[in-house]
């Protein structure tokens, strides 16, 4: 199983960027696909989550500028950033299927990780 996580770059404060992470391998419609971030010296915390297209969820510093969505004939996770700040700056990593009683946001709740896409917003 691959997660390949693409459409990371440098953006100025204000831009917007769309992450596509592209599943093979194994499907993933029934599963919870989602998004986490490691920026420079810090821990990796929780962006986003989806729960086979019925729930999300984002994490306070994201929500109302950035959405996550799927297109599960593609095996494909999205994450549309909107209003990006320098504090967005991060490889951001995607994620698939949660272990079975974990909750969404915590880093060891997930069975597969992409290998990251780094987003470096300028000020």
């Known amino acids: 199983v691959q997660l390949q996580a693409s459409g990371g770059g440098l953006v100025q404060t204000g831009g917007s960027l769309r992450l596509s992470c592209a599943a093979s391998?194994?499907?993933?419609?029934?599963?919870?696909m989602g998004w986490f971030r490691q920026a420079p010296g810090k821990e990796r915390e929780f962006v986003a989550y989806?729960?086979?297209?019925?729930?999300?969820r984002y994490a306070d510093s994201v929500k109302g500028r950035f959405t996550i969505s799927r297109d599960n004939s593609k095996n494909t996770v999205y994450l549309q950033m909107n209003s990006l700040k320098p504090e967005d700056t991060a490889v951001y990593y995607c994620?698939?299927?949660?272990?079975?009683?974990?909750?969404?946001?915590?880093?060891?709740?997930?069975?597969?990780w992409g290998q990251g896409t780094l987003v470096t917003v300028s000020s």
């Open positions: 989806d729960w086979s297209g019925y729930t999300t």
């Open positions: 391998g194994r499907t993933f419609s029934s599963d919870s």
């Open positions: 994620v698939a299927q949660i272990k079975l009683g974990r909750t969404y946001g915590n880093r060891y709740s997930w069975n597969y």
